[in-house]
């Protein structure tokens, strides 16, 4: 079955340095990969979708990149700030629609 | 517009009793799906709909949940009879085009 892991359960770096999530999935091709923010108590909020063609999006401060070969997809946020503490969900399409989520990343940046 | 809205925002129940979560998404949205989300499990999908009609079910854990979804603004996830395992935070996020899913602030359930 498809499996999703995000490398790390906790981040945690400095105001103004980059931030770099991992997402890494196993026994899938998804057509396109999505990062979500997730605060407490709060649902997800749509970031990036990113396809199987394209290499890298961005969008402001981040950036989303995509290796179907290492099956792996990078999420950077620059320049981090406090606001930017929450934490990030990778997910994968599955048949055309659904998605399976991973477990996520909480960043913590600090001032 | 006001976004996916859910209620209730909480439920407490005792092991037994049916539950019933309730979701209005955003309108002109042509999918819904329904997750829940444990600490242990993550993010989970349990069933989705495309106009009115499931699509996939198969993350529904067993024949004690049910979704319903009579129109295009209101869908039902029902559990019955609920059991203390069922303890989780349930979403419902509707969708315009089956990619990008809007969320809705969630319903927290603790059953007894």
């Known amino acids: 079955s498809q499996k999703i892991e995000q490398n790390s359960e906790a981040l945690n770096i400095q105001e103004g340095k980059t931030a770099t999530l991992t997402c890494n999935y196993t026994?899938?091709?998804?057509?396109?990969l999505q990062w979500y923010r997730q605060d407490p108590g709060r649902g997800p909020v749509f970031l990036l979708l990113?396809?199987?063609?394209?290499k890298e999006k961005r969008k402001e401060r981040l950036k989303v990149t995509f290796d179907t070969t290492l099956k792996q997809s990078l999420f950077h946020i620059t320049a981090s700030q406090p606001a930017d503490s929450a934490t990030y969900l990778c997910?994968?399409?599955?048949?055309?629609?659904?998605?399976?989520f991973g477990k996520g990343t909480t960043l913590s940046v600090s001032s | 517009d006001a976004g996916v809205i859910q209620s209730p925002r909480h439920e407490v129940t005792e092991m037994g009793q049916e539950v019933t979560l309730r979701c209005k998404p955003i309108?002109?949205?042509?999918?819904l799906f329904w997750y829940r989300q444990t600490m242990m499990r993550g993010l989970e999908l349990l069933i989705y709909?495309?106009?009115?009609?499931?699509?996939?079910d198969s993350g529904m854990p067993e024949d004690r949940f049910s979704a319903k979804m009579p129109n295009a603004s209101f869908s039902t996830l029902k559990i019955q009879p609920s059991e203390p395992r069922d303890s989780a935070v349930y979403f419902c996020?509707?969708?315009?085009?089956?990619?990008?899913?809007?969320f809705g602030p969630g319903t927290r359930l603790t059953v007894l």
């Open positions: 997910a994968l399409e599955k048949a055309g629609t659904a998605l399976i």
């Open positions: 709909f495309n106009n009115n009609v499931p699509i996939d």
């Open positions: 026994n899938y091709s998804p057509a396109y």
């Open positions: 990113i396809r199987e063609n394209e």
């Open positions: 996020a509707s969708s315009p085009e089956g990619s990008e899913q809007f």
């Open positions: 309108s002109g949205h042509d999918y």
